[in-house]
T-cell receptor, first 114, second 118 residues
């Protein structure tokens, strides 16, 4: 158990809909990262938040947005969903600046867009 | 831009065989970190190792060993005496250096699926 909690584990929705994925980082970790794993794109970095502020952006679509709340949990919002958004979405957390910093991943949210 | 190449898409071995998973990376950074993650059939990503670019010592952890060669930009992973429980997809990843503020933004390879059979 990595200590990173993601909910829900599975999500099935229709095209055009909007969903919210939730992530609770490990206790004490200030950074939250979102990654998307799809068959055609592999594992791709989407966005990073550090202590409530956006720190880095990757290949995140404009239809997607994220935020990190004061209690450090994060949400990834996906809107106007398309079939191609079907993927496994991972959240990871870390404590930047520590001597042995590494990412701890949650078990992911499997999103199926029908 | 950073890039990680795992040329082996899938490897099948019989239990107790040794197997090496290849990883080649590209980066313009002089300081960087390399990682290996394991993704078992259950789907979660499990951290295996982190190595910084200044430390070229090989590392051994039980049946796992890693060979980092900066001269060839490779960070290969060997499993000795493989077991069925080693069956998983293994990802090599690269991250920028800490002083950029994005130390853990990882660039992943496409993964190597390892199948260990009896």
């Amino acid at each position: 158990d990595s200590g990173v909690t993601q909910t829900p584990k599975h999500l099935i929705t229709a095209t055009g809909q909007r969903v919210t994925l939730r992530c609770s980082p490990r206790s004490g970790d200030l950074s939250v990262y979102w990654y998307q794993q799809s068959l055609d794109q592999g594992l791709q970095f989407l966005i990073q938040y550090y202590n409530g502020e956006e720190r880095a952006k990757g290949n995140i679509l404009e239809r997607f947005s994220a935020q990190q709340f004061p209690d450090l949990h994060s949400e990834l919002n996906l809107s106007s969903l398309e079939l191609g958004d079907s993927a496994l979405y991972f959240c990871a957390s870390s404590d930047p600046g520590t001597a042995n910093e590494k990412l701890f991943f949650g078990s992911g949210t499997q999103l199926s867009v029908l | 831009a950073q890039k990680v190449t795992q040329a082996q898409t899938e490897i099948s071995v019989v239990e107790k065989e040794d197997v090496t998973l290849d990883c080649v990376y590209e980066t313009r950074d002089t300081t960087y970190y390399l990682f290996w993650y394991k993704q078992p059939p259950s789907g979660e990503l499990v951290f295996l190792i982190r190595r910084n670019s200044f430390d070229e010592q090989n590392e051994i952890s039980g049946r796992y060993s890693w060979n980092f060669q900066k001269s060839t930009s490779s960070f290969n992973f060997t499993i000795t005496a493989s077991q069925v429980v080693d069956s998983a997809v293994y990802f090599c990843a690269l991250s920028e250096a800490p002083n950029t503020g994005t130390a853990s933004k990882l660039t992943f390879g496409t993964g190597t699926r390892l199948q260990v059979t009896l």
